[in-house]
Nanobody, 117 residues
Framework: QVQPVESGGGLVQAGGSLTLSCSVS?????????VAWYRQAPGKEREVIAT????????HYTDSMRSRFTIYRNYHENRAFLHMNGLKFEDTAIYCC?????????WGQGTQVAISS
């Protein structure tokens, strides 16, 4: 019923920037939805990057992420974004968007981000 869909991944040179997008297939973000961006690199555990609440826009970042990553949403486009700056080889991972609604978390399939050094 809630189907997050990510887009915007690809191959980027080190030092470059990239913006990922998350939307709800066949629907919209609603009320107190909490949108989160995660990433998982090969051989490593999944880690949360940042979260944003749809209505009030409150944002939280993992401390190690806040200097280079920005989470935001756009009501007009009905999308949540993750903007990444100064990309490093170590940022290579699958990036996933999740939507938590009524205490249930729904996951997208993820989008691949690969950084060449």
């Amino acid at each position: 019923q809630v189907q997050p869909v990510e887009s915007g991944g690809g191959l980027v040179q080190a030092g470059g920037s990239l913006t990922l997008s998350c939307s709800v297939s066949g629907g919209t973000f609603v009320g107190d939805d909490m949108v989160a961006w995660y990433r998982q690199a090969p051989g490593k555990e999944r880690e949360v990057i940042a979260t944003i609440t749809w209505d009030d826009g409150s944002r939280h970042y993992t401390d190690s992420m806040r200097s280079r990553f920005t989470i935001y949403r756009n009501y007009h486009e009905n999308r949540a974004f993750l903007h990444m700056n100064g990309l490093k080889f170590e940022d290579t991972a699958i990036y996933c968007c999740s939507v938590k609604r009524s205490s249930v978390e729904y996951w997208g399939q993820g989008t691949q981000v690969a950084i060449s050094s």
